[in-house]
């Protein structure tokens, strides 16, 4: 494999033959079983098998069926001395007693013999060898199997010769539960076993479920090794200091780290450890909806790349052109790509410890402004609320701006106590002396729904960015936010100075302070569930109305 990007070469190896065979796993089928394929026999198989159809331009296309996301209220973890006294218990992290997945397994199983073809990946969950953990991911769609070996980290020929599985995720859209007996809501599942190491996906074709299910993994395996779970993306500048950036879905994680001047670590997932930031994964799964080459060319040209999958983007069948703006089937359109398609990307999958954290937030209110600068309380105050907003027009039910706080930026994938996770993110600041920014890429001058009001220009966010990362910023003139308390920069060379005055991009002043007071009590109310976990810092870094 001379003359390919480390981690290509790794991605073309295969094996027809298991160093662990299923059968050691006490697992028994009659299947063809398909081990470690690479990229090109396994779109051979999906093209095959009717589960995608190749893009003028040689992506895979695929569709996710009823499923365009993941089934949050149907995953579920099984309570046992392992984790009862570990997990966060609640409506993310569902208890499933020990009778119902001993009978959920079992019927797994019996399904795992009936299949007549299964695709095996065996695979590393983090690209630091103290920290990654050995992943085999066991697959009825062939599709599915090339999805997880492009986000995961595809080991070398020789690794896999020695490769013995720690944890299993056994994936069949095919099966349904059954509430009563497997003591699910409905008849999809996700159930995950911390003690038997074993994932169990069914009845649900989309692949999220997968990368995010070895997310919530090494969430719950890390921090008790002092090693820092985020969702977030990453990448280093060219005087070697590294940055982190997150954000929840659609503030534009994935797009302001694929940046060509600055090489990326990765763009979803990673761990803060002494001695580096590693990328969890090995590929990048970005959101598609509007996608154009002007405003994300990096991420627009792995679309005419064969390797790529995309999901459920519309296609006219005589051209096999994309149509990144039809949003008929769904808002969350997702392309798949190893993360070696974006330009300029880290050959290890990792960098230096941070010397940046970005938070990033999409603020529909028009209250945030584009930029402030934070203490390490002010940082923490805000990891732990995880604040962004929706807008109406992109999930149903949804006609006005509606505030979202998802702790961490990551609830959904968070199984230990936020606090575990706030804690561990102030005392690496503390440790590093990373400097913190807010930066928000929403809307300024009003609310999102008011006529004329518009998004942010990313134009303005990078340039504030690259101040930001490059230093130059910290030189700037700043005021104290009356609402927030953090810094805000009175002009910063490129961007329009109006821009980094909230209250002064509205036509009306006292309409910006009613929306402010009203954000402030949003987060005041939210932040409530943290009070006893943090100290008196992080309680005095709550905004207050002016």
């Not at 690479?38 to 051979?44: H, I």
């Not at 575990?420 to 993110?425: F, I, M, P, T």
């Amino acid at each position: 494999m001379q003359g390919l990007h480390p981690l290509r070469a790794a991605t073309e190896n295969t094996l027809t033959t298991l160093s662990f065979p299923l059968a050691s796993q006490g697992i028994a089928t009659s299947a063809n079983v398909h081990a470690n394929l690479g990229t090109a026999p396994l779109v051979e198989h999906a093209v095959r098998k009717d589960e995608g159809r190749l893009t003028k331009d040689g992506a895979l296309l695929v569709d996710t069926g009823r499923f365009t996301g993941r089934s949050v209220k149907d995953k579920y973890v099984v309570r046992d001395a392992t984790t009862e006294n570990a997990i966060n218990w609640g409506p993310i992290n569902q208890p499933m007693a020990a009778q119902h997945w001993a009978n959920l397994k079992a019927d797994f199983m019996a399904a795992l013999e009936d299949q007549s073809e299964l695709y095996v990946a065996d695979l590393f969950g983090g690209s630091q060898p103290e920290y990654r953990v050995n992943v085999r991911v066991i697959t009825q769609m062939a599709w599915h199997s090339l999805f997880v070996r492009t986000l995961l980290v595809r080991p070398t020929a020789e690794e896999l010769d020695s490769f013995a599985p720690e944890y299993t995720i056994v994936n069949l859209p095919s099966f349904k539960s059954d509430p009563e007996r497997h003591g699910c809501r409905s008849d999809t599942v996700i159930a995950v076993n911390f003690t038997e190491k074993l994932i169990l996906i069914g009845n649900t074709e989309y692949s999220g479920e997968m990368k995010k299910g070895v997310f919530g993994l090494l969430n719950f395996l890390l921090p008790p090794q002092g090693v820092m779970p985020m969702h977030c993306s990453a990448n280093v500048g060219a005087d070697g200091k590294s940055a982190i950036f997150f954000g929840l879905s659609g503030t534009g994680k994935t797009t302001l780290s694929a940046d060509a001047s600055r090489t990326l670590i990765g763009d979803d997932e990673h761990g803060w450890s002494d001695t580096a930031v590693f990328n969890f994964e090995g590929g990048c799964y970005a959101k598609m909806i509007n996608l154009s080459a002007e405003g994300e060319p990096e991420i627009y040209a792995t679309t005419k790349m064969f390797g790529t999958i995309l999901e459920n983007v519309a296609m006219d069948e005589a051209t096999r052109e994309l149509d990144f703006t039809d949003a008929s089937k769904t808002e969350n359109t997702r392309g798949a790509y190893p993360i070696e398609f974006i330009p300029n990307t880290s050959a290890k999958n990792l960098g230096p410890p941070p010397s940046n954290i970005i938070l990033l937030t999409a603020d529909a209110f028009g209250v945030l402004p584009p930029i402030a600068r934070l203490t390490p309380d002010q940082a923490m105050y805000h990891f732990l609320s995880g604040y962004t907003a929706k807008v109406a027009g992109t999930e149903i039910g949804v006609t006005e701006p509606e505030a979202t706080f998802s702790t961490c930026f990551g609830a959904a994938f968070m199984p230990r106590h936020p606090s575990v996770y706030g804690n561990l993110l102030k005392t690496r600041i503390a440790e590093g002396g990373a400097q913190c920014w807010l930066v928000n890429t929403g809307w300024s001058g009003g609310k999102a729904t008011e006529p004329g009001i518009k998004r942010m220009p990313i134009k303005a966010t990078r340039a504030l960015l690259n101040a930001a990362l490059d230093g130059s910023l910290n030189n700037a003139e700043f005021v104290r936010d009356p609402n927030f308390g953090f810094e805000v920069p009175v002009a910063v060379p490129g961007v329009d100075t109006a821009l980094l005055n909230p209250r002064g991009a509205w036509a009306d002043g006292q309409a910006y302070d009613q929306n402010a007071k009203e954000l402030v009590a949003k987060f005041v109310e939210n932040f409530a569930q943290f009070a006893e976990y943090v100290d008196q810092g992080v309680l005095d870094s709550a905004p207050k109305a002016a």
